[in-house]
Every structure is written in structure tokens, then in C-alpha cells.
């Protein structure tokens, strides 16, 4: 897949923080951390790696030269964005796709530290207190922290920017998880309150806290859903200095940004520029990176990574191509199958798809031997289910007994390995016995049809070409077996519209979970409210209490150990619904650049924005002729 449609909290937990007066968190978790008492950072479980005095992250690099442009194709995108086009510059609204890395342009309460699994440290704040409550959280704002058109930043901008999320304009990536924010109150100009309900997970700060700012003022003269292409005034490190719709965006390094000599953003945002050119189909992107327009690239084809990178640039030293390690974290990537549509509301049904798909031989003929067999919902990481269920995952799946599949209590559901050959014809009996099982037979024209003579369709939803060619051997086997099954390829606009308003049978996506999942994050993909609102993750429409239950459970737990166990049980339980079929993924980013870039090594274990951890060099620059 291009990248990811579900993003991560792609969020905002991006670079820039500071360091503050408070004192390191204790051992326990955050349900345990004092009261009336600033703190300088939160962490889900146990300590902090850095103290309140620290000077920078240790990836940051503050020797790093600064200037340059740095143009490239990003690799993922949050909320609204578009990898194809866009047409406003509000990143945070429901409707209409904005450009991607609009998030440059704004600061949060609190940033993620990128070499910590779940720990978040203030940026616009100074510092946060849980009251004796428990249910408040007290962010006193740093008074050095200015807007990109010098005015200060306040308490009225953080109470503003929560109320209008929670309003149905916002993207519901920011408006989901605020379900249990019931106020955002300003107490003077450098304070305001974050009032959960009390019914909130103790994490569900570590995300809200994480969310962009946005300025009261600009919206007091604009509708939230009405800026189009005027980007919204932000307070971050990037300005936006130029943008055409569907064309490209342009970022510009603030000079006078308020934060540069914040601790945690030593060491980082060193571009002068950072460009972003739109492409309508991967073939484009590709030859402007081999022509150098754009200067780094994450590869997602793999055959054009096996067969394509020996162009003359690249032979000749200008182009570096290398792999760099994947992020600690759990992610998916999966085929959705939309129980919004009748005929994939039952589990055989379902079922019978999966079974279609040979990735034995998509994997040998297609992907060069590149990719991985995806199996969990939560791959590459310790929340993945295996073999039979723990005696603490048990105990959490007897009171359900009878609300969750029956196959949850056996070993984990793994996907079919096939005997490579393309139509598996063992595979395809089991698909066809399972089909007959829920009541399909031979139509006159050898389609499958129900008992009232509907047949059963399905369409594959896809934005890029190279999925109609890797779709067609599993659209072919669909066929053989009787599905009515199809490739639909839509371009970027109408795919974004038909994601949103959930107009599909079944479409691929991909997300990253974090390193520590919240269950405000995870509800957003699996929960029953998600599946009723529009635009959020959850694109198969998944709406049970009793998984329901076990994100609530996920939001309880009061250690690591206990948040493993919860979620291999959710894991468990969704591969067993068949909501999801998993289907590849990579073990490496695969990326080629001119050479004309410095960056440190080893890269960061929990994140890997390159246009705010990479510098230009000037030397290598004037060596290939690109200075």
C-alpha cells in the first residue's frame, strides 16, 4: 500500500517539548501519580527516561547545519490528509482532504518522546497537574509561546480548540476520543482545565494532551469547515508559504519560531523548506525522484524496489537506496470487509474471502519475495495473540463466553497458507463448502445467489493501479468459487469520499497502533460508536458490546503486563470475527534519496519523521550537483 489510510496517532505526537521544573514521575502508572503536584512529563508506565533538567532528546542533533530544501514523498498522513490531492489547508475538519505534514505548522499541549514507548512531554506547556479529582488535568502555558502572527498563545486557544473538536465539523480522529472531555475551562490567561467525566482510561490524556492548537482568533472571523485554502494560523516550527491544490505544498522554517530553543526541539526541524508535489499515480512520483525533483522517497511497490532502481543517478552514486529498521510498534494492515453490506454480515461469508487469497504465490510471483504474512491485528509487537489463550487472557473471555466467537478459546486464527500454486484447490473447496453452509448456490449463469436469488458481489475499492494488477489473481479465484467480484479503481478524491461515507464492500488499509495503545485510539478503528459516525476508522462497521467491553477493559489496566493481556485478547477475538482479513507488511522501510542528506544513526524506535531529523548537506549537495 502506498501508506497508511489509519495512521497512528499520527498525530501530533510529533517532535518539540521542553524541559520543566518538575520532578521525574514514579514507578507506577498514571493512575498513581501524585496530586497537586507539576509535572514536567506523563508516562503510561513507569519513569520518564528524561529529567525535568534535560537539554535535548538524544536524537536530536543541535550541530546540525540549518537551510536547504527537502522534498519528498511522505510515507504516511494523518486526519484529513490526502497523498494524491487536496483541496483546503484544515487539516482537522471532516470534509474535503488537506496536504500532507500540515501538522509542521502547529504545537500541542505535550509531544511523544521518540525513543520512549509512552511518554509525552510539555510543549506549549509548562507543565500539568492532576488534580485531587482525578479527573482534571491543570496545563500551565509557557508565556514565551506566540502564534506565527506574534500574538500570545492562551488559555482561550486551548478552551476553544477542544470545544470545536468535540463539535461533528472535526475529523473524527479528534472528536472520538474527546467523548469523555466534558470541558476545557480557561482559569486565567496561562491556565486551563482538561475535565474528563471520570469514566475516561487513566491514557486517555497521553492522546487528547497530544492534539494540535489552534488559534481562537482566526476562527472567529472563518468557519471551522470554511477555510478552504487559507491555512488556519498555526504556532509550530513550519509556516505554510505556498500551496496549490493537488499541485503541491510548500513549508517554510519559521525564523522567529518561539520553540527552537526548547529542549526537545534542539536538535531538530533543520530544513529551510519542506516541499511536498502531488502525483496522480506512483509511475509520476517515481520519475520525479529519478529526475531529482523529489529528493527522498519511501518505496512501497516492490517490484519497482527489486527491478526499477537502476537508473542512471542511482548507478552512479547520486541516489542512495538502503533499508532503515521498522518503529517498535503495533500496526496492521488489512483488507476491510464492510458488514454494512448484507451479504458480508456473515462470518462464512467472510470467511470464504479470505480463504480466495493465495499469498504464497502473490508473494513469490508479484512481490519479489519481499513481503510478510500479516496474521494479527496487532503485528510486530507483544499484544499479538498466539497459540491457545493464557490463563489471565481466559479469565477475561469466560464472562463473555457466547458474545464472542467460540473460535476466540481455540488457537489464535491464523491466516491459510496455500501450496503456492495460485488456486489452491483445497483452499477453495473449504471456501465453497463454507459459502454452501450459509445458504448460496449456482445461478443459472454460475454466480452465487442467496435463497431469494440475490447475488453475491463483492468489489475490491482501490486509488492506485498497482492493486488492480496485485487484486486480479485473488479477483480471479473470487470468481472460480462463484462470487459476482470486481476491482473498482476510483481516483483520489472519490476514494477519500467513499472511505468516509463507508461506500464499499471491501478496501485495504493500513494504521499503526503506537507502542502503547489507548483505548480512546483503539475505539476509533474497533468500537460500536466509531462504526456509527462518519469518517472514522473503523471501516468494517465492527459494532459488538462484547468488543465494546474489551476496550473498556484495555482502559483499566494498571500495568503493561495487564495491557498485553487485554489486547491479545481483543486481537483474538477480531481475528476471529473475520472483520479484518490481514494481509502483508514489511520488515524495513525501504527508502532511496539523493545523497545530499546528513542524519544520525541508529534512527529512533518509536518514529521516523525524516523531514524533522535529517539536515541538508551542503558538501554532498555541490558532489552530485544539487547544491
Not at 465539523?169 to 490567561?189: F, G, K
Amino acid at each position: 500500500m502506498s501508506g497508511p489510510v489509519l495512521t497512528t496517532r499520527r498525530t501530533f505526537l510529533g517532535l518539540g517539548a521542553a524541559a520543566l521544573t518538575a520532578p521525574l514521575l514514579p514507578r507506577p502508572g498514571l493512575a498513581a501519580l501524585p496530586e497537586n503536584q507539576p509535572l514536567h512529563a506523563l508516562s503510561a508506565f513507569g519513569p520518564v527516561k528524561y529529567p525535568p533538567d534535560f537539554q535535548r532528546f538524544d536524537y536530536g542533533n543541535p550541530e546540525a547545519p540549518k537551510g536547504g530544501t527537502f522534498n519528498f514523498s511522505p510515507p504516511n498522513w494523518a486526519f484529513n490528509q490526502g497523498a494524491q490531492t487536496f483541496d483546503t489547508l484544515n487539516s482537522f475538519v471532516l470534509r474535503g482532504t488537506a496536504p500532507m505534514r500540515m501538522e509542521l505548522c502547529y504545537d500541542s499541549l505535550m509531544v511523544a518522546a521518540l525513543d520512549e514507548p509512552d511518554s509525552i512531554y510539555g510543549l506549549l506547556a509548562e507543565s500539568v497537574t492532576i488534580l485531587p479529582d482525578r479527573k482534571t488535568y491543570r496545563f500551565k502555558l509557557r508565556d514565551i509561546a506566540r502564534w506565527h502572527d506574534g500574538t500570545p498563545v492562551t488559555s482561550a486557544d486551548i478552551a476553544f480548540t477542544y470545544a470545536i473538536f468535540k463539535t461533528p465539523e472535526a475529523h473524527p480522529s479528534l472528536s472520538q476520543p474527546l467523548n469523555e472531555l466534558v470541558e476545557a475551562r480557561a482559569i486565567d490567561p496561562l491556565t486551563v482545565d482538561l475535565v474528563f467525566s471520570g469514566k475516561q482510561s487513566d491514557r486517555a490524556i497521553l492522546t487528547v494532551a497530544a492534539f494540535p492548537i489552534l488559534q481562537k482568533a482566526f476562527f472567529d472571523t472563518v468557519p471551522f469547515d470554511g477555510s478552504k485554502m487559507v491555512a488556519p494560523t498555526g504556532s509550530g516550527a513550519y509556516r505554510v508559504t505556498e500551496a496549490r491544490s493537488g499541485l503541491f505544498v510548500e513549508y517554510e522554517r519559521v525564523a522567529d519560531y518561539w520553540g527552537t530553543d526548547l529542549p526537545v526541539n534542539r536538535g531538530l526541524n533543520h530544513f529551510g523548506h519542506v516541499r511536498i508535489d502531488y502525483y496522480r499515480d506512483r509511475q509520476a512520483a517515481f520519475e520525479a525522484f529519478k529526475k531529482g525533483i523529489t529528493t527522498y522517497r519511501q518505496e512501497f511497490t516492490s517490484k519497482t524496489w527489486a527491478t526499477e532502481y537502476d537508473f542512471p543517478a542511482l548507478i552512479e552514486g547520486k541516489v542512495i537506496k538502503r533499508t532503515f529498521p521498522s518503529e517498535k510498534y503495533a500496526s496492521m494492515q488489512a483488507w476491510a470487509l464492510n458488514w454494512r453490506r448484507d451479504q458480508l454480515q456473515d462470518v462464512r461469508v467472510r470467511e470464504a474471502v479470505g480463504l480466495c487469497f493465495d499469498f504464497e504465490w502473490t508473494r513469490e510471483k508479484m512481490f519479489y519475495g519481499s513481503y510478510e504474512r500479516s496474521q494479527s491485528l496487532f503485528n510486530g509487537s507483544d499484544f499479538e495473540a498466539s497459540g491457545l489463550p493464557s490463563a489471565e487472557e481466559l479469565a477475561i473471555m469466560e464472562p463473555l463466553r457466547g458474545q464472542i466467537p467460540d473460535e476466540a478459546f481455540g488457537e489464535a486464527i491464523t491466516q491459510p497458507v496455500s501450496d503456492g500454486s495460485g488456486r489452491d484447490r483445497k483452499l477453495l473447496r473449504e471456501a465453497s463448502r463454507l459459502l454452501k453452509e450459509a445458504g448460496y448456490s449456482r445461478g443459472s449463469n454460475g454466480v452465487l445467489v442467496n435463497g431469494e436469488g440475490k447475488p453475491l458481489t463483492l468489489e475490491i475499492l482501490v486509488r492506485d493501479e498497482v492493486f488492480v494488477r496485485v487484486n486480479q489473481p485473488f479477483i480471479e479465484n473470487l470468481r472460480a468459487i462463484g462470487f459476482d467480484a470486481s476491482t473498482r479503481l476510483v481516483d483520489a478524491a472519490q476514494f477519500e469520499i467513499r472511505l468516509r461515507d463507508y461506500d464499499f464492500d471491501m478496501v485495504g488499509t493500513a494504521a499503526n497502533h503506537g507502542a502503547t495503545p489507548t483505548r480512546e485510539n483503539l475505539r476509533l478503528v474497533f468500537s460500536s460508536d466509531a462504526a456509527k459516525a462518519t469518517g472514522t476508522r473503523n471501516l468494517p462497521g465492527t459494532a459488538s458490546p462484547a468488543v465494546d467491553a474489551l476496550l473498556d477493559r484495555i482502559g483499566t489496566v494498571s500495568s503493561r503486563a495487564e495491557l498485553i493481556v487485554a489486547i491479545r485478547v481483543l486481537d483474538r477475538v477480531l481475528r476471529a470475527r473475520r472483520d479484518w482479513i490481514p494481509n502483508w507488511h514489511a520488515a524495513n522501510h525501504r527508502a532511496a534519496f539523493w545523497n545530499m542528506f546528513g542524519f544520525d544513526e541508529p534512527k529512533p524506535d518509536y518514529g521516523f519523521p525524516v523531514e524533522r531529523l535529517w539536515w541538508f548537506d551542503e558538501e554532498k549537495a555541490k558532489a552530485i550537483g544539487k547544491a
